[in-house]
């Protein structure tokens, strides 16, 4: 059991590291961006309510302002104030978007958004790239195969936001068929339980999941071809074939279930950087996901927020490639927990 | 010399390659180009008001022209030859980088090789396109060369991995072996023994620093806070999706860069399987060859 318990515990304290680490280094890079985002949302202030406030006073709002986002002081001292903030009481400190609305209430609302499109999509990508590379892996000497690979192969690397911009112009204005904008209908009530609004949220989600899906499905398909392709040369697999079983016998239990392994954390890793990749797919489609709060948080230099984001993204990552680390060992015999 | 053998051993290769040399021919050839689309030596393709807006394609204007009255063609040859540039040296600088942290780390090991890659992975974990929108978004004039540097230094992590993996290998070899009991320096064995092996993977990471530098320029262009005095592709694809050209019918302003664009990934994706497939035999069966 010994070793078992180091090696968790060496994985758990990277895991800590790297995203203190990693914080740290987004940290300073923010605030190194020249800026001042308090005089500019003051004097935007006036100008929406036509009123002029003379110097000393604007200051004193300023400060207070200051003071209340935590960007007082030295560099240093916002630095250690804020970390102690957000890891200690996990307070990200208000949001300049319906100031003082706390950041992390921003961040809550986006959230489920990306995470039905993109992680929806990202699964749907991943079991259809998984399942057909696998029968493309097994049949290979044939046309169809040929052709998907090849396919793939020229697409896999198309980003996503062009195979989005081809969806909106083919089923959103040359046929009209799907909406081109936003999640869901405004004309209906917004409710959880309404089937109606639930039917009109999955029909505004099919354009961009579509534009996500056609690409990941080529990654998942090339890297399952190529397992599926190395494993069927493996001894075991010519046995199987001796014994006289029927392919798809061997494709199910053999073959598949050898190339799962790698894939699913493949699946793993690609849902952890859901939150990084597809900023651009919810742009092109007006989608009110992670992606528009933080293009309006740059807008506005709102560094709480700006932070709360991207420390999101990176703890989603780690945390995706420490669950992997945490588990492989368990599930694949072949691991050892030293190395 | 790698390029023949890879043209020989592999078909992606070929295609690839000339689809990137077509492009690279445009770009270099532009000026001229663009004088034969324009047929006046005295205007400039982003002069607005040339011509009359929104023209369909036509003999004049194979391309049509754009909401400001500029020549699509023309237009579209300059958005070539810039982005290109900015792709080539975004792409050289990147793997320069690559290659000097990735030999450190490949070749020191140890504790070095230890900072190396945590910082590699930090890198690599912090979301880019975010820190790219932030820089391009304060930074008060962007020319050509600050923005391909600006996107490389987003796009070294990928070399610095491939080369430390490859250099992690190599020099575990007997040739590498022989010439360290033979006294030969460190410089000598890293530039004479090890790096001779690794130009393949050298184009590998150029063909792919180009293109991640491509992705980023687009998407900072995209979201509409990229620089507006640069003609980019991704300006092209961001001005015509500005303004409403698949709604209005003239689809062909938004594909024109669009195809350019995904002529430009296609090539340089098929020169990266293509070097792949010819010289890494593990990969071999990644194309089915």
């Given at each position: ?6 090696y968790v ?20 890079f ?12 003051l ?14 006073d ?8 200051k ?9 240093p001292?916002q ?12 307070d990200l400190?208000?949001?300049f978007i319906?100031?003082?609305k ?9 959230l489920?958004w ?15 790239g ?16 040929q052709?998907?690979?090849n396919?793939s ?7 996503s936001y062009f ?5 909106l ?5 040359w046929?009209?068929?799907?909406p081109?904008?936003g999640?869901y ?5 917004k409710?959880l339980?309404n089937?109606?609004?639930?039917l ?5 989600a099919i354009m961009?999941a579509?534009a996500?899906?056609?690409v ?5 398909l090339i890297?399952?071809?190529s ?13 199987a074939?001796?014994k006289?079983?029927?392919?798809s ?6 073959v598949?279930r050898?190339?799962?392994?790698p894939?699913i954390?493949?699946?793993a890793?690609s ?5 990084n990749?597809f900023?651009l ?5 007006n989608?009110p996901?992670m992606?528009?709060l ?14 709360g984001?991207?420390l ?11 669950i992997?680390?945490?588990?492989l060992?368990?599930?694949d015999?072949r691991i050892k927990?030293?190395? | 010399?790698?390029v ?11 295609v690839?390659?000339?689809m990137?040399?077509v ?15 324009l047929?006046n ?11 009359e807006?929104?023209?369909d394609?036509s003999?004049r204007h194979?391309a049509?022209?754009?909401?400001l ?5 023309a ?8 982005s290109?540039?900015?792709?080539l ?23 070095v ?6 910082g590699t ?17 304060y930074?008060?004039t962007?020319?050509i060369?600050?923005?391909s540097?600006l ?5 070294w992590?990928?070399?610095t ?9 190599l020099k575990?070899?007997?040739f590498?072996?022989?010439?360290r009991?033979?006294?030969q ?15 393949p ?9 180009m293109?991640?530098?491509m992705l ?8 509409g806070?990229?620089p507006a ?18 709604a ?17 990934f296609?090539?340089l994706?098929?020169?990266?399987i ?16």
């Open positions: 059991m010994k070793p078992l318990v180091s515990i060496t994985r758990a304290l990277m895991f800590v590291l790297s995203i203190w680490g990693a914080f740290t280094l987004a940290f300073f923010f605030h190194l961006i020249p800026g001042d985002p308090v005089s500019a949302y004097q935007q202030l006036e100008q929406q309510f036509s009123q002029t406030v003379d110097a000393a604007a200051a004193a709002m300023a400060a207070e302002m003071a209340r986002l935590g960007i007082d002081g030295s560099l001292e630095y250690w104030r804020f970390l102690g903030n957000v890891f200690i009481r996990f400190g208000p949001s319906n100031f003082p706390p950041a992390l209430e921003h961040i809550l609302e986006k489920p990306t995470l039905w499109l993109l992680g929806t999509s990202t699964i749907i990508s991943w079991i259809l998984f399942v057909v590379g696998g029968i493309i892996g097994t049949f290979r000497n044939n046309f169809a195969s052709f998907l690979i396919f192969l020229v697409i896999s690397q198309i980003p195979t989005a911009l081809f969806a112009f083919l089923f959103g204005y046929f009209v068929l799907l081109t904008k999640a209908d405004p004309g209906i009530e409710d339980f089937p109606r609004f639930l009109s949220v999955a029909r505004y961009p579509m996500v899906v056609m990941g499905v080529a990654g998942t890297s399952t071809r397992l599926v392709t190395t494993i069927l040369g493996d001894d075991y697999l010519q046995f074939h001796a006289g079983l029927r392919r016998h061997i494709l199910m239990r053999y598949l050898n190339a799962m392994l894939q954390t493949g699946l890793l849902l952890g950087f859901v939150l990749g900023y797919v919810e742009i092109i489609f989608y996901g992606g528009s933080f293009l309006s948080a740059i807008r506005l230099l709102d560094y709480n927020l700006i932070l984001i991207v999101m993204s990176i703890t989603v990552v780690l945390a995706a490639t420490f992997i680390d945490l588990f060992p368990l599930i015999p927990l030293n190395d | 010399m790698f023949v053998d890879a043209w020989k051993r592999s078909g992606y290769f070929r690839g390659s000339i990137l040399a492009l690279l021919a445009i770009a270099v050839l532009q000026p001229w180009l663009s004088q034969l689309a047929q030596p005295d205007v400039s393709p982003m002069s607005m008001g040339t011509f807006p929104y023209a394609p003999l194979p049509g022209t754009d909401k009255g500029r020549d699509m063609l237009l579209l040859f300059l958005g070539i030859r810039v290109m540039l900015i792709a040296i975004a792409g050289c600088t990147a793997t320069g980088i690559g290659i000097s942290l990735g030999f450190i780390a490949g070749y020191k090991g140890g504790w090789d230890a900072v190396l890659r945590t992975d930090m890198v690599l974990v912090i979301p880019s396109l975010p820190l790219l929108i932030a820089l391009a978004a930074l008060p962007i020319s060369p600050v923005m540097l996107l490389a230094a987003f796009a992590p990928f070399t991995r491939i080369i430390r993996s490859q250099v992690l290998t575990q070899r007997p590498v072996d022989l010439a009991t033979s006294d320096g460190d410089m000598s064995i890293i530039f004479l023994e090890i790096m001779p092996n690794l130009l993977f050298l184009g590998v990471s150029v063909a792919v620093g293109s991640s530098a980023a320029e687009i998407g900072l262009q995209l979201i806070l990229g005095s640069i003609n980019t592709l991704g300006l092209m694809v961001q001005q015509s999706v500005q303004s409403g050209v698949l209005i019918g003239k689809w062909w302003i938004l594909f024109a860069p669009v195809s350019c664009l995904i002529a430009f296609v090539a994706n098929l020169i990266n293509g070097l792949e497939s010819a010289f890494n035999p593990r990969l071999r069966s990644v194309t089915g060859d």
